[in-house]
């Protein structure tokens, strides 16, 4: 009962690495989601994926890279990342409607 | 430009007293709206939720209002314990957003024993 499982919990870099943020989900849902969440911002959508091979923008996809692998994983990547990405990164899922499954979060600093 | 808002980035409230959590929106094609509940170190979990044809739904001790000539929705938690203390977001989908969920900035809510 794993549920939407987020890889790694918590990530230092220094400005201009990348790295992935890693998700997956097991209950078989069609749609994932990448928000990051800031104080006074709320959770903003950085990407989406309505299905299996398809991933659309969301409010605040600048920086940011995505990859649907399969309907269990989808990928955020961050090419350059930059002071601005510091952030809580948060992944779900859903199959139908709004009742979004959330990932416990990944905690990303970059310095 | 913050379509759905929640002013009251914080509330403090005595155990067994009513919890009121106020949100706002400014987009009409919004129809259906959400309240998640999020505890430190884990994501969010939803709450209850309403459609727009409805101006109230009740699941135990919360109850969610919805004033669409108003473009405002209230969360209200009777009576209040402890374990409610959280941030809680509203959140709203409908129209263009269809799948999508945009959501308010979050109110901490503490309740006092």
């Known amino acids: 009962n794993a549920g939407v499982t987020q890889t790694p919990k918590f990530q230092v870099l220094k400005t201009g690495q990348s790295m992935t943020l890693q998700c997956a989900q097991d209950m078989n849902h069609n749609s994932m989601y990448w928000y990051r969440q800031d104080p006074g911002m709320g959770l903003r959508l950085i990407y989406y994926s309505a299905s299996e091979g398809t991933t659309d923008k969301g409010e605040v996809p600048n920086g940011y890279n995505v990859s649907r692998l399969n309907k269990r994983e989808f990928s955020l990547r961050l090419e350059s990342a930059a002071p601005s990405q510091t952030s809580v990164y948060f992944c779900?899922?859903?199959?139908?409607?709004?009742?979004?499954?959330f990932g416990s979060g990944t905690r990303l600093t970059v310095v | 430009d913050q379509q759905v808002k929640q002013n009251s980035p914080s509330l403090s409230v005595q155990e067994g007293r009513i919890s009121i959590l106020n949100c706002d929106y400014t987009?009409?094609?919004?129809?259906?709206f959400l309240w998640y509940k999020k505890y430190p170190a884990e994501g969010p979990t939803f709450l209850i939720s309403?459609?727009?044809?409805?101006d109230k739904n009740e699941d135990g001790r919360f109850t969610v209002f919805l004033n669409k000539s108003a473009k405002h929705l209230s969360l209200h938690i009777v009576p209040s314990q402890p374990g409610d203390s959280a941030v809680y977001f509203c959140a709203a989908a409908g129209g263009t957003s269809y799948g999508k969920l945009t959501f308010g900035q979050g109110t901490i809510l503490t309740v006092h024993p």
């Open positions: 987009n009409s094609m919004f129809d259906y």
């Open positions: 779900a899922s859903s199959e139908r409607g709004y009742g979004y499954t």
């Open positions: 309403i459609s727009s044809i409805k």
